[in-house]
């Protein structure tokens, strides 16, 4: 069965300091799906990126990163130098290949306050 | 511009009665889904339709249903057959991918919050 594992219900920082969203996951497929989605005050999720399990290299995206470790089943997301604006819910997800990529199960999120 | 769109943004429902949530995709996109959202927790998935005319329960389909008549349509009823219906409620659609070992990324709507008084 799948299942998406974020350990830190919130956390709180400071403007400019750089943060580490954990998600870890579990799946028997090898053929899978990650997401990492935003969801601010006004409650729509936004799409920051899409993971392939094949696909094992780090991304980054201006002041994002993504780090991919498939040993550990993890796909951690960390915001360098955070803003307020980066004040949001972020929901860490997974989608298995073998059920035609319609069920994604996604994490219970980990709300980041940024303080000014 | 191209996009999700949901309505009412907020719905107040007495006991007892069924409402309907409406989605709607500009996005040209077949697969349309429904979730549900509570407190402090993550999306879990009501229905989600392929294509037109189809649709599958999802891990909470009870006292839910829908209808997929239109490709860019996918209203949600939620009956009085729902026990605790008062969350936020948001509709994604993706594009439907050929072969079974593929998927395409899920875009959402603004969402509805739904309170029962």
């Known amino acids: 069965a799948q299942k998406v594992t974020q350990a830190q219900t919130e956390i709180s920082v400071v403007e400019k300091e750089d943060v580490t969203l954990d998600c870890v996951y579990e799946t028997r497929d090898t053929t899978y799906y990650l997401f990492w989605y935003k969801q601010p005050p006004s409650g729509e999720l936004v799409f920051l990126i899409r993971?392939?399990?094949?696909?094992?290299q780090n991304e980054i995206s201006g002041r994002y990163s993504w780090n991919f470790q498939k040993s550990t089943s993890s796909f951690n997301f960390t915001i360098t130098a955070s803003q307020v604006v980066d004040s949001a819910v972020y929901f860490c997800?997974?989608?298995?290949?073998?059920?035609?990529?319609?069920?994604?199960?996604f994490g219970a999120g980990t709300r980041l306050f940024v303080k000014a | 511009d191209g996009g999700i769109t949901q309505s009412p943004k907020y719905l107040f429902r007495k006991e007892g009665q069924n409402v309907t949530l409406s989605c709607e995709q500009n996005?040209?996109?077949?697969?349309m889904y429904w979730y549900r959202q509570d407190p402090g927790q993550g999306l879990r998935l009501i229905y989600y339709s392929q294509i037109v005319n189809d649709f599958q329960k999802g891990d909470i389909a009870e006292g839910y249903s829908v209808s997929r008549e239109k490709k860019e349509s996918f209203p949600l009823t939620v009956t009085s057959a729902q026990k605790n219906p008062t969350a936020f409620y948001l509709c994604?659609?993706?594009?439907?991918?050929?072969?079974?070992?593929?998927?395409?990324?899920?875009?959402f709507g603004p969402g509805t919050r739904l309170t029962v008084l």
């Open positions: 997800a997974l989608s298995e290949a073998n059920t035609g990529g319609f069920k994604t199960i």
């Open positions: 994604a659609s993706s594009q439907k991918t050929s072969g079974v070992t593929s998927t395409d990324t899920q875009y």
């Open positions: 996005l040209n996109h077949d697969a």
């Open positions: 993971r392939n399990s094949f696909d094992e």
